[in-house]
């Protein structure tokens, strides 16, 4: 079923993703390392707002175009924060394992986001957890310090990934299109299924 997704276009259902998280832990290689936009992953700079990706992929026979919407880290940008969360149907929170203080900082990503998406009557979305740069040998965050945080905020899902060596990128995005769409498929059975007498 495809009734519930935000945009049917010729593209196939448009997901809109979020990546969030403090500047420089990697959001942008990441996502443009999935998506195969940029072949020279070093060349990425500081996003200034937000840097959208488009990844199309092809999800139990049907096409499904992924936007990326990769929000700057840096302070100054979080005004935008609002626009930026318009329509999101998954959220993916990034730290860097070689810096705690990017995890420990994380929650104040979790709380504007959840804030947001009660003020304006979201359903429940998935949203994980990902630590990037696991290439580097000297991790600083440790598992524990993982999954205090996922309990504390009672995320479900976390994944180890080098954005820059493209190591596990996938995994974390297609994930979250397995959740939505699962998700909106149960809804739209349970919502047939009501007005149908069943
Ligand atoms: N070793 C290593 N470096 C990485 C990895 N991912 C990103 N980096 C480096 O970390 C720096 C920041 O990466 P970005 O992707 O720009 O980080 P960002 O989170 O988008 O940062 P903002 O746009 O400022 O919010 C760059 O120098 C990247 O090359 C990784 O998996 N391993
Ligand atoms: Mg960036």
Redesign the pocket.
Known sequence: MSTLYSHNTKQGNILKIAVL??????????SKGYSGEISD??Q????KGV?ITVKRMVYCGKTVTLQIW?????KQFRFMIDVFLRGVKGVIY?YDVTDIETLVYLNEFVDLTRNYLENHFYPTIPEILVG?????ENAEVSIEDVHDFMKNYNIKKHFL?????SVNVSEPFEYIVDHITNKESNLADELVSKYSGN
């Open positions: 998280g403090l500047g420089s832990v990697g959001k942008t290689t990441i992953l070093n990425i700079s500081m996003t840097d990769d929000f700057a880290g840096q990034v990037n740069k696991l290439d580097i990934v080098s954005g820059l060596y």
